[in-house]
């Protein structure tokens, strides 16, 4: 074995330190007995079973999974499409603008991106009456222009390194252009695509600044309900569910890298 | 007899046979401002083991993939069995393709990669299975039906995307380089594999290259290409022994370039002043030629013949042995003239300890026949 240097070791404890600490005390105190956050009043799971009783932060819960569910399911399909256009058009004028203005939404800030959106929707409600009031819908066309973004570059990379030939090589064999795409193309880039949708599913529930600009009064989502309630001062219950949501996604991240790399594999011999 | 070989080359294979199978006429292919084909006419005739040759960028892959659909050619029409198909997308060509990537589908198994092209055109699955079965078994693969690509080997994977093309039954096989990532050996094995399968099934097969001894040993004719055009068509023995250019002299086997002027024609034979080697050569060439015209004489190493002390022959040159080469079956000498020009020949070691072995430094005299060397004029 290598003699590893002392001092690499304590600078990558700190490193995973500095990381992780926040979020471990967090998941600690989550069962805390004690009201008072900074207490340690012995060893409890009641927030748990008081945050099933919020119907507030329920709702709030099952409205981001939807909204997430639905923009990452609408953003894998617009991406997709959008690099397929990008890497497959051959050259064309205005390319390489285009290239840049699709992940634009990437280093925009989220102030007015968000303010943007609202203005636009305003207009729209305007002019032609649609959307009606803000609200869910427009949280979710908010979250897919942006995650579209995301999943746009994702998978364009993926396409940019698949074989072109396998493609021609089908159509050689007579299989018709669509056929084509979903018999050889799609399952080839299906792990972009799950990739693609939990980024998309991820960023959306994460997201706070733009939904508070396009959200109105009737919908509230998950971070919303966090920010607000934290303001009001740091409860346990918060605790309690934000050490849920850091379970799930940790899950979920766990799982589709597991996928990938399995698929990875599986395809460079 | 070398009047008639540039304009009646093509049709020369197989007389009389019968329309050919592809019909290529005038395809020009331009991107940008190459051209990576440059008006190519070519005849290709069923059954026939017909090869492109020639070096890197010089247009083989453009034009093979003009025939199987994926290129649309810039001018000039492509015919399958007299049928224009110049705008025929490719999964409407009767043409299938084995790719030099061999492009197997990574999430398919053996047996399914080479039943795509079968459930394409919707054949019933008994009859299906039937066909994979056959077609696994003509390139010996049964025992790895059930693997991914990534679970074989290099000439595996070759046989399966062999077996994945033929598994149609198409009229035309289109193979790039189908052995260039081959060892030497297994590509020699395959070399016969694919001659003696492409026997048995009658398909026309059309095969990219750019090894020279890959093209003789399989082709029924040869396609030299060079900048995006065809330099000379003809069945490998013709194309070795009577190259039409200095080019096609040199891309295939080696050779003696004797550059010179003709003096005379004396019947069939060209009398050529040659100042290189310091001599009258003499060709055997009925075209007719102007006095005076620059013309170029070429000679096979092996046409080369030694003389014996005192003996005479046509072509008679005399030098000094700089170079030999042993290389087993042969050696190869490499004679100065006095002019410091430099002729190589080759001699067969017959014997396994020849009694008077040629040396270095060694001054002999060597000759050939007037019809064993050509005349090029380009
Ligand atoms: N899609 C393309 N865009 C631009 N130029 C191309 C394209 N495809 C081929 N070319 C050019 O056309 C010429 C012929 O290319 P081609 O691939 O047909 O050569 P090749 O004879 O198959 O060579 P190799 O033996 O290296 O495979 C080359 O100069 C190449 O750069
Ligand atoms: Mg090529």
Redesign the pocket.
């Known amino acids: 074995m290598t003699r590893r240097s002392p001092l690499l070791l304590s600078v990558l404890l700190f490193g995973y330190a500095f990381l992780y600490g926040p979020i471990i005390s967090l998941m600690v105190y989550s069962f805390n007995e004690s009201r008072l956050v900074t207490v340690w009043g012995g060893f409890s799971t009641k927030w748990y079973f008081e945050l099933l009783d919020n119907d507030q932060i329920l709702g709030a819960a099952w409205l981001s999974i939807k909204i997430a569910a639905v923009n990452a399911s609408v953003a894998v399909v617009l991406g997709t499409l959008a690099a397929m256009a990008l890497v497959r058009y051959g050259r064309f004028r205005g390319r390489a603008t285009l290239e840049t203005m699709v992940t634009a939404p990437m280093v925009m800030p989220d102030v007015i991106i968000g303010l943007s959106l609202l203005l636009l929707f305003v207009s729209m409600e305007r002019l032609t009456g649609w959307p009606q009031g803000r609200g869910q819908t427009t949280i979710t066309l908010a979250h897919i222009t942006f995650s579209m973004a995301y999943v746009t570059v994702v998978v364009r990379s993926r396409l940019a390194h698949m074989d072109r030939s396998l493609e021609e090589a089908a159509l050689d064999l007579g299989a018709r252009p669509m056929k084509v795409f979903f018999a050889i193309t799609l399952p080839i880039i299906a792990p972009a695509l799950a990739a693609g949708w939990l980024l998309a599913f991820t960023l959306s529930m994460d997201d706070l600044v733009i939904a508070s600009f396009v959200s109105g009064p009737g919908a509230t989502t998950l971070p919303m309900v966090v920010y607000s309630s934290v303001r009001l001062g740091v409860s346990p219950e918060i605790n309690a569910l934000a050490t849920i949501i850091v379970v799930i996604v940790s899950l979920a991240v766990a799982a589709a890298g597991l996928l990938m790399y399995r698929q990875e594999k599986r395809q460079q011999d | 007899m070398n009047q008639a070989r540039n304009t009646a080359s093509d049709a020369s294979w197989q007389a009389g046979s019968a329309e050919p199978a592809i019909r290529i006429e005038n395809v020009t292919?331009t991107?940008?401002k190459?051209?990576?084909?440059d008006d190519v006419s070519l005849d290709i005739y069923p059954g026939e083991f017909f090869s492109?040759l020639?070096?890197?960028?010089?247009?083989?892959?453009?034009?093979?993939?003009m025939l199987a659909g994926f290129?649309t050619p810039s001018s000039g029409r492509i015919l399958i069995d007299g049928k224009d198909v110049t705008q025929v997308a490719p999964y409407e060509r009767p043409i299938n393709m084995m790719f030099?990537s061999y492009a197997l589908f990574p999430h398919m198994t053996v047996a399914d990669n080479i039943a795509f092209g079968l459930k394409q055109e919707g054949m019933p699955r008994s009859e299906r299975d039937k066909r994979v079965q056959e077609m696994m078994e003509l390139v010996q693969i049964v025992p790895f039906a059930e693997r991914k690509p990534h679970q074989l080997s290099g000439g595996q994977r070759q046989r399966v995307a062999l077996a994945r093309a033929l598994a149609k039954h198409p009229r035309i096989l289109l193979l790039?380089?189908p052995l260039g990532a081959l060892d030497k050996k297994l590509r020699e094995k395959t070399q016969f594999e694919l001659v003696n399968i492409q026997e048995r099934l009658g398909i026309t097969f059309i095969i990219?290259t750019?090894d020279q001894e890959e093209a003789m040993t399989m082709s029924s004719r040869i396609a030299l290409?060079r900048d995006?055009r065809v330099e000379q068509v003809d069945p490998p023995r013709r194309l070795y022994e009577f190259p039409i250019s200095r080019y096609a002299a040199n891309f295939i086997g080696s050779v003696n370039l004797f550059e010179g002027v003709v003096i005379e024609q004396q019947g069939d034979e060209v009398l050529l002043q040659c100042d290189e080697a310091g001599a009258v050569l003499r060709v055997r060439d009925s075209r007719k030629m102007a006095s005076g015209m620059p013309l170029c004489l070429a000679v096979r190493p092996e046409k080369i013949r030694l003389l014996a002390p005192g003996e005479e022959g046509p072509n008679q040159l005399t030098g000094v042995i700089r170079e030999i080469a042993y290389l087993g079956d042969v050696s190869i000498y490499h004679l100065e003239l006095p002019g410091g020009k430099r002729v190589q020949f080759t001699q067969s070691n017959v014997q396994a300890l020849a009694e008077q072995p040629l040396t270095w430094d060694q001054t002999v005299t060597i000759s050939w026949r007037p019809d064993s060397c050509g005349a090029l004029s380009e």
């Not at chain 2, 020639?54 to 993939?65: F, I």
């Open positions: 292919k991107f940008g190459t051209y990576a084909v492109l020639g070096p890197s960028g010089c247009g083989k892959t453009t034009l093979l993939r290129e030099q790039d380089e990219v750019h290409m995006g």
